[in-house]
């Protein structure tokens, strides 16, 4: 029988009793703060039911609360239902704030725990401040899910692939030249990049270990002579370990980061601690001044090449068929019956899978009929699913991954009379 998240609570409980903490804060970050992120790392979704892309979960010895933004106000209130969870609304006039809240409930010298890994240098950093001026202290702890969270899904393993450079536009060389010259103006003799989406987009590689997110999970270090790829080498092909080799890049184990980086012998390392897990943040030498500052790659990522134009409105035009012939078929479909969000959903996939270059969606459809449109990020689900009727409003959010672009468009279309 599947476990209770009341059970799973309560497991955490003793456990945070063993350990000494009064309580214990989750993210919905994974150690390269990604905003979604491969299954082993949903540790708050695991251990409060709520499956939305933004929140915090706080478990205390006798408390539980979630804190989210109003995109998932409504979804969180019925995952929450039946949970030692309450909804906490961000950015709503009288919420705490996660420390707020803990200096309410828990009694001064109460200590909490939070993970290395998942939390960034400035949240670790902000955090232990904070909980200080309240009179509590924070504990670099252990994630409890690695002991208690039994059917835990594995790290994602699956392969690489390259991303031509008929679509990337620029070359592996020519990105580490500008990036090593972004170096130069801040006198950086390292930068840590951690970002999975910088990574792929400098080492022009694509991967399939997030949902809907063609990305992989690894960490890049440069200097101004040297570019490392950390990660699980099983995932490189004989194809993308000689296009790494071709451009200099050495692979090395995902794991062997933290070694590497304590033992650099430089004096001033790049890396965004807003971004950049405090594991690897309390790794870096003492020695070494830490020049907190974006990434150089966010920037030079957003300024499209023509190549990269070329291939979004390539992918626009494909997409705009495919919607084309699903907004066809759909009205006469619904007047015939039958159809419902998911069996729409699931003849739009059909549809763009017809097209050229086609890797899958880019998030999971919102297909919203009637009273469900009004619900922010809704999506439906066996239990929800409404049968659609030739009458009302459809709120139909969707889109796709192709090889040359990503896509994203929203209608509301009538499916006959309205009010």
């Not at 924070?138 to 790290?155: G, M, N």
Request: glycine share 6%; hydrophobic share 40%; aromatic share 8%.
């Amino acid at each position: 029988m599947k476990e209770s998240i009341a059970q799973r609570v309560n497991n955490l409980r003793t456990y945070m009793a063993a350990h000494g903490w009064a309580a214990y804060i989750f993210p919905s970050t994974d150690p390269h703060h990604s905003e979604y992120t491969p299954g082993y790392w949903k540790t708050r979704a695991w251990i409060s039911g709520f499956n939305g892309s933004a929140g915090t979960a706080v478990v205390t010895l006798d408390d539980a609360a979630l804190w989210t933004d109003s995109r998932y106000f409504i979804a969180a209130e019925e995952q929450l239902k039946n949970t030692p969870f309450r909804l906490m609304k961000e950015r709503v006039e009288g919420t705490p704030s996660v420390t707020q809240w803990l200096a309410e409930v828990l009694p001064p010298g109460s200590t909490e725990g939070m993970d290395p890994w998942t939390h960034s240098a400035h949240e670790i950093r902000t955090a232990k401040e904070e909980l200080m001026h309240c009179g509590l202290h924070l504990e670099i702890a252990d994630q409890p899910a690695d002991t208690l969270w039994k059917d835990r899904p594995s790290l994602p393993d699956s392969p690489v692939s390259i991303q031509p450079l008929a679509f990337a536009g620029r070359s592996v060389t020519e990105k580490l030249a500008f990036i090593r010259e972004a170096m130069a103006t801040r006198q950086a003799d390292g930068l840590i990049l951690s970002a999975l989406d910088e990574i792929a987009w400098t080492l022009n590689l694509r991967g399939t270990d997030v949902h809907c997110t063609p990305v992989f999970v690894a960490y890049t270090w440069i200097t101004p002579s040297r570019c490392a790829l950390y990660i699980n080498k099983v995932k490189l092909t004989e194809e993308v370990s000689a296009h790494l080799k071709e451009y200099g890049v050495e692979t090395r184990n995902y794991t062997d980061i933290l070694q590497d980086l304590a033992r650099f012998d430089g004096r001033r390392i790049w890396t965004d601690c807003q971004a950049t897990n405090y594991a690897l943040y309390r790794s870096l030498p003492e020695t070494c001044t830490v020049i907190d500052a974006a990434s150089p790659v966010a920037l030079l990522k957003a300024v499209k090449h023509p190549a990269e134009i070329a291939g979004f409105r390539r992918a626009m035009l494909r997409d705009g068929v495919a919607m084309v012939k699903f907004l066809k078929w759909l009205t006469p479909a619904v007047q015939a019956g039958g159809q419902t969000e998911l069996s729409i959903c699931r003849k739009l996939d059909e549809l763009r899978s017809e097209q050229e270059l086609y890797r899958g969606n880019s998030f999971d459809t919102i297909a919203g009929y009637a009273e469900h449109g009004a619900i922010v990020h809704y999506e439906p689900t066996p239990e929800t699913d409404k049968t659609l009727l030739p009458k009302g409003l459809l709120l139909l959010d969707s889109g796709a991954q192709y090889e040359d672009g990503t896509t994203d468009l929203t209608r509301t279309i009538a499916l006959g009379p309205v009010s």
